[in-house]
């Protein structure tokens, strides 16, 4: 008896370690690439607006993004270096990734979902790790934290409550805050929970709530924009009539050895454990619902997106292919000693080859940052600080971004050259208007007069001057 609980706390302090090297390595990762992780594509946007405005940016009125911006605005608002603020856009996300870890693993007592939800952060989201202000990867782990919360009261024998309903709200309801791909991780997350307990009160109650926060944000959610266009292709006819050709198809067989083996041999083994306890029911259900939430998401996202949002939206199918994995483990039975660390080494390997692959990633985005940053010395040796530059002579470079050049490359200037320099691209050297007070930032976005507006004198030196045409490829 002594043996057995010696060697069930090694396991368990074993598995202790291992979650605080992964988050640690994640860490470290999101200081070594802060550059790509705070001024490529829309965290570029937001972090110009935190800087210049010293107020949360909010986009597409997602408030819960207080979440993500709140300590990196205190920075702002406190006028620490213009580097301390970009390290605390990408580092502080981190430390709200390893709250949800530490309530998983520790509070709720779920070792297993700690590691999806590490996994699922890690092995398919290797572009998508240099986006540090990530609402979808918050709404994630909140769906998550509802899902643990849901499994420690089954296991703890309670019987939901008011208290427990409000906890439980709260969590699901602040998941969809975030973003509204959560509805989708919800559906998914309520469908294990009838897997595990059928109709169960805890399966009622996580029902209830799903359907009110489902009422909830569909009152509340502005009119058009992003969102709308993703719940209108859902009913869409020409988007599921256009199914077959859908751009999420491609990318999952274009991509299938290289992200998502290892989701389908997760899939496989939890349908061989329900095949050999003769659950041939719920191995129907499971094989069904797995095909429904591919269609739907490739309904959803018909036309597709680059690489790096497409990580993002595939993240449906690796969760429901994945997350039941958290039932066969709670029934599988490790007899033997080397039982344990056979899988903790599995788990090893498998983390050790995403954080390798997110390193590898990362060094091309910041390879990319530094790219844009020649571009911007290239300006300053010639004295410029305001240039229209052809986005053809650009746009053939990894991931060069041009909506938010603007914007990237005035922090860019600020940050190591201590000048404000701007590029701003364009398709056809046709209606370039601009004044000598006005900063152009991207297309959606009104110009906005220096005289009337003057940027942030804390983060931006004064930009003067009028805007410049230049031919990169001359140059």
Same mark, same amino acid.
């Given at each position: 008896m002594g043996s057995q609980i010696k060697n069930k706390s090694f396991i368990f302090n074993f598995q202790a370690i291992i979650v605080c090297l992964i988050v640690f390595v994640y860490a470290y990762?999101?200081?070594?690439?802060?550059?790509p992780r705070t001024l490529y594509m829309d965290t570029s946007y937001m972090t110009f607006n935190l800087l210049n405005y010293e107020t949360f940016a909010l986009e597409h009125n997602r408030?819960?993004? #207080? +979440?993500?911006?709140?300590?990196?605005?205190?920075?702002?608002? %406190?006028? =620490? &270096? $213009?580097?301390?603020?970009?390290?605390? /856009?990408?580092?502080?996300?981190?430390f709200l990734y390893g709250s949800i870890t530490y309530l998983l693993y520790k509070k709720f007592n779920q070792p297993v979902l700690?590691?999806?939800?590490?996994?699922?952060?890690?092995?398919?989201?290797?572009? #998508? +790790?240099?986006?540090?202000?990530?609402?979808?990867?918050?709404? %994630?782990? =909140? &769906? $998550?934290?509802?899902?643990?919360?849901? /499994?420690?009261?089954?296991?703890?024998?309670?019987?939901?409550?008011?208290?427990?309903?409000t906890w439980l709200f709260g969590f699901n309801m602040i998941a969809v805050l975030f973003h509204p791909s959560a509805i989708i991780y919800l559906m998914i997350i309520g469908f294990v929970i009838f897997l595990k307990v059928g109709y169960n009160k805890w399966f009622g109650a996580h029902l209830l709530t799903y359907l009110e926060v489902c009422i909830l944000y569909f009152l509340i959610k502005p009119k058009g924009g992003y969102d709308t266009q993703i719940i209108e292709n859902i009913f869409s006819f020409q988007s599921l009539s256009n199914i077959l050709d859908s751009y999420v198809i491609n990318f999952y067989l274009g991509n299938f050895w290289s992200y998502y083996l290892l989701f389908f041999v997760a899939m496989l083994f939890i349908l061989i454990r329900f095949f050999m306890q003769n659950k041939?029911?719920?191995?129907?259900?499971?094989?069904?619902?797995?095909?429904?939430?591919?269609?739907?998401?490739?309904?959803?996202?018909?036309?597709?997106?680059?690489?790096?949002?497409?990580?993002?939206?595939?993240?449906?199918?690796?969760?429901?292919?994945?997350?039941?994995?958290?039932l066969v483990f709670k029934g599988f039975k490790f007899d033997k000693h080397w039982q344990h660390l056979?899988?903790?080494?599995?788990?090893?390997?498998?983390?050790?080859?995403?954080?390798?692959?997110?390193h590898k990633v990362g060094l091309l985005y910041r390879s990319r940052s530094l790219q844009v940053l020649d571009i911007v010395k290239l300006m300053d040796s010639k004295g410029l600080k305001k240039v229209w530059i052809q986005q053809d002579a650009i746009q053939n470079s990894f991931n060069m971004a041009p909506w938010t050049m603007p914007y990237e490359t005035l922090i860019l200037s600020n940050l190591f050259l201590d000048k404000s320099i701007t590029l701003k691209p364009f398709l056809e050297e046709t209606n370039l208007k601009s004044e000598a007070n006005d900063f152009i930032?991207?297309?959606?976005?009104?110009?906005?007069?220096?005289?009337?507006?003057?940027?942030?004198?804390?983060?931006?030196?004064?930009?003067?001057?009028?805007?410049?045409v230049i031919d990169i490829t001359k140059e």
């Open positions: 990762f999101s200081v070594l690439f802060y550059l408030l819960s993004l #207080f +979440f993500l911006q709140f300590v990196p605005l205190i920075f702002v608002k %406190l006028k =620490m &270096s $213009l580097t301390m603020v970009l390290m605390s /856009i990408s580092l502080w996300p981190c700690a590691f999806v939800w590490l996994l699922l952060l890690i092995v398919p989201m290797r572009h #998508f +790790f240099n986006y540090a202000l990530s609402e979808s990867n918050m709404a %994630l782990g =909140m &769906s $998550l934290l509802g899902f643990g919360y849901v /499994i420690f009261m089954l296991e703890s024998n309670r019987i939901p409550t008011l208290w427990n309903l041939f029911m719920k191995l129907m259900l499971y094989s069904c619902f797995c095909l429904f939430v591919f269609i739907m998401v490739s309904i959803i996202y018909v036309n597709g997106d680059s690489v790096f949002f497409m990580e993002k939206n595939m993240l449906p199918i690796s969760l429901i292919m994945l997350l039941p994995i958290v056979i899988t903790l080494s599995v788990m090893v390997l498998v983390f050790s080859f995403g954080l390798f692959q997110i930032g991207s297309d959606f976005t009104p110009v906005i007069n220096l005289d009337k507006n003057p940027l942030n004198p804390t983060y931006f030196k004064a930009l003067k001057g009028n805007y410049q």
